[in-house]
């Protein structure tokens, strides 16, 4: 289990121009980041558990972020797939999501998820971070950024 948020950004599964603004598009867009994923055992499963999910109630977090997940036999470890849309997608209740933050956990380990959503909410609440996210313009850029975020947050050891 990682112990930082960070740990679970990868440059190959953040996308900084998705194309869609159709959600369920979207959330496929995003989601096929994950499809080469060692830890993703059936990305098929995993996607049919992901948009079951994101029907029972919205994953928006407010502010343009949101967060679809599964919890599902499909992974193996806690995965996660970053992306980005200029445009925005329309979530529920006319929220615009312009950041997805994907994610898969394990069924049996429920703390995983728990955790990492944690650190993302703190790290959302501060308008500085949600600007930074909002402006990389690399994977690179946006990763350095979740990390100098979460250092703050969490001290640096």
Known sequence: MPGRFSQLLDPARIQLKIANTKR?????EVAAQLASHPSV??????YAELLAR??????SLGHG?????ARTEHVQQIVLAVGRSDQGVLFDQGETVRVMFMLGTPKNRPGDYLQM???LCRLLKSPDNREA???ATTPEEFIRAVTEA????????
């Open 133 to 135: 996210f909002l402006t």
């Open 65 to 69: 972020f949101a967060v679809p997940h």
């Open 117 to 119: 959503l944690s650190i």
């Open 54 to 59: 994101d029907r029972l109630d919205t994953t």
């Open 24 to 28: 369920t598009a979207a959330l496929h």
């Open 41 to 46: 055992t059936n990305f098929d499963g995993f």
């Open 150 to 157: 979460e250092n703050k947050l969490l001290g640096s050891a």
